[in-house]
């Protein structure tokens, strides 16, 4: 944590906190403690700091004896965070294996022009340009952090990465030698930030795996400013046949530990590598709109993968990386899908009338909104 991020940190209510640092390298507070005027306290660890309250919060026993920090409260879990930790537990799992995700040569091409699709750029230097005219960015769910390493390389200002897993720990690891870039362990329903602060908000794939995609939206809403912009991606309400197939194997495969999980998708790894290698397209003259399958030209992979079973396999990925996207469908806790009528609501109930829908895939739903300015 460097010490620049500790001016726009703020605690329960708004009030700006304290620090005290126990050791420091390269310009990062490496282990430390953030204070409340009340005298709550948030650990650093590991470069990281941790904003995570109430029942969110890791066991800290020994971190508090250590440093000789008063006992808390004891913290209930309210339904909202005994559903956020389960959801946390897959995450913090897959972003410990998958550290490079993103940073590879081999994965970038696919993700960037991925991301141009989904917020609407013709290509990469569009991208560029786009962020280079952000001065405070926030992305929730950085994963590896490599699309907020990609950000602070273009903006001018400041870019904060928040997660509620240790992805924080990871994003930090690749990050950290951006003076820009921050890492921050946090909840996106109680985002350590004043509202109407940033200037852009990504949250890409993320908001499906809250309690409610929904009420993330709004939460995160309330932290851009007027004029500033908003994308997230969701999942989309998927066809009968790949609906009923992802809940018939979530229902199993959810209630599995990580390890467990990663075998057992390899069935689904393997299926997609085996229809890819076929490269085979179908021409579909009626289509069956009763399933969401359109007419005309498809491959039969796609075909699978869009309107049967998730089946994912990108020949840019080694097999561990190919098996971990499919992990990330089947072992999270939560995994909402929407269609756009439904989020169109949700825009309308924000008095959003600037917004766009990019068509990236059929099986996600992308939208670029901007903050009306205040009157």
């Given at each position: 944590?460097?010490?620049?991020?500790?001016?726009?940190?703020?605690?329960?209510?708004?009030?700006?906190?304290?620090?005290?640092?126990?050791?420091?390298?390269?310009?990062?507070?490496?282990?430390?403690?953030?204070?409340e005027?009340d005298?709550y306290?948030?650990?650093?660890?590991?470069?990281?700091?941790?904003?995570?309250r109430?029942?969110?919060?890791?066991?800290?026993?020994l971190?508090?004896?250590?440093?000789?920090?008063g006992?808390l409260?004891?913290?209930?879990?309210?339904?909202h965070?005994?559903?956020?930790?389960l959801?946390n537990?897959?995450f913090?799992?897959?972003?410990?294996?998958?550290?490079?995700?993103?940073?590879l040569?081999?994965?970038?091409?696919?993700?960037?022009?991925?991301?141009?699709?989904?917020?609407?750029m013709?290509?990469?230097?569009?991208?560029?340009?786009?962020?280079?005219?952000?001065?405070?960015?926030?992305?929730?769910?950085?994963?590896?952090?490599?699309?907020s390493?990609f950000?602070?390389?273009?903006?001018?200002?400041?870019?904060i990465?928040?997660?509620?897993s240790?992805?924080?720990?990871?994003?930090f690891?690749?990050?950290?030698?951006?003076?820009?870039?921050h890492a921050?362990q946090?909840d996106?329903m109680?985002?350590?930030?004043e509202?109407?602060?940033?200037?852009?908000?990504?949250?890409?794939?993320?908001?499906?795996?809250t309690?409610?995609?929904k009420?993330?939206?709004?939460?995160?809403?309330?932290?851009?400013?007027?004029?500033?912009?908003?994308?997230?991606?969701?999942?989309r309400?998927m066809?009968?046949?790949?609906?009923?197939?992802?809940?018939?194997?979530?229902?199993?495969?959810?209630?599995?530990p990580?390890e467990?999980?990663y075998?057992?998708?390899e069935?689904?790894?393997?299926?997609?590598?085996?229809?890819?290698?076929?490269?085979?397209?179908?021409?579909?003259e009626?289509?069956i709109?009763?399933?969401?399958?359109?007419?005309?030209?498809?491959?039969v992979?796609?075909?699978?993968?869009?309107?049967f079973?998730?089946?994912f396999?990108?020949?840019?990925?080694?097999?561990?990386?190919?098996?971990?996207?499919?992990f990330?469908?089947?072992?999270?806790?939560?995994?909402?899908?929407?269609?756009?009528?439904?989020?169109?609501?949700?825009?309308?109930?924000?008095?959003?009338t600037?917004?766009?829908?990019?068509?990236?895939?059929p099986?996600?739903?992308?939208?670029l909104?901007?903050k009306?300015?205040?009157?």
């Amino acid at each position: 944590m460097r010490k620049e991020l500790l001016e726009l940190l703020r605690g329960r209510c708004g009030d700006e906190l304290k620090v005290v640092i126990y050791e420091e390298s390269n310009a990062h507070i490496i282990e430390g403690s953030l204070h409340e005027p009340d005298g709550y306290w948030y650990p650093i660890q590991n470069g990281v700091p941790n904003l995570l309250r109430g029942g969110l919060r890791s066991e800290q026993e020994l971190f508090r004896e250590k440093h000789n920090l008063g006992v808390l409260p004891d913290a209930q879990f309210t339904d909202h965070e005994k559903n956020q930790s389960l959801t946390n537990n897959t995450f913090s799992d897959k972003w410990r294996r998958f550290k490079n995700y993103g940073m590879l040569n081999t994965h970038k091409e696919f993700l960037f022009d991925w991301y141009c699709k989904k917020l609407g750029m013709t290509d990469k230097n569009e991208l560029k340009e786009f962020y280079n005219k952000k001065q405070c960015v926030l992305e929730v769910g950085p994963g590896s952090g490599f699309n907020s390493r990609f950000m602070a390389e273009q903006v001018n200002g400041t870019v904060i990465a928040l997660d509620i897993s240790d992805a924080a720990y990871t994003t930090f690891e690749n990050t950290n030698s951006l003076k820009n870039c921050h890492a921050v362990q946090g909840d996106l329903m109680d985002v350590p930030f004043e509202n109407d602060f940033f200037d852009f908000i990504i949250a890409d794939g993320v908001l499906h795996h809250t309690p409610s995609t929904k009420d993330a939206v709004f939460s995160l809403y309330n932290k851009l400013k007027p004029g500033g912009q908003f994308f997230f991606y969701v999942y989309r309400e998927m066809g009968a046949m790949r609906k009923y197939c992802d809940d018939f194997v979530r229902e199993a495969y959810t209630k599995l530990p990580a390890e467990d999980c990663y075998k057992a998708c390899e069935g689904f790894t393997e299926l997609g590598r085996e229809l890819s290698k076929l490269n085979v397209n179908v021409t579909l003259e009626k289509g069956i709109p009763e399933l969401g399958i359109p007419a005309g030209e498809h491959d039969v992979q796609r075909l699978f993968y869009y309107n049967f079973i998730k089946c994912f396999w990108n020949d840019a990925f080694d097999w561990e990386t190919n098996n971990m996207v499919n992990f990330d469908w089947y072992h999270p806790h939560n995994a909402w899908q929407h269609s756009e009528e439904e989020v169109v609501e949700w825009l309308n109930e924000l008095n959003v009338t600037d917004y766009k829908f990019n068509n990236s895939n059929p099986n996600g739903i992308s939208v670029l909104l901007t903050k009306s300015k205040a009157v």
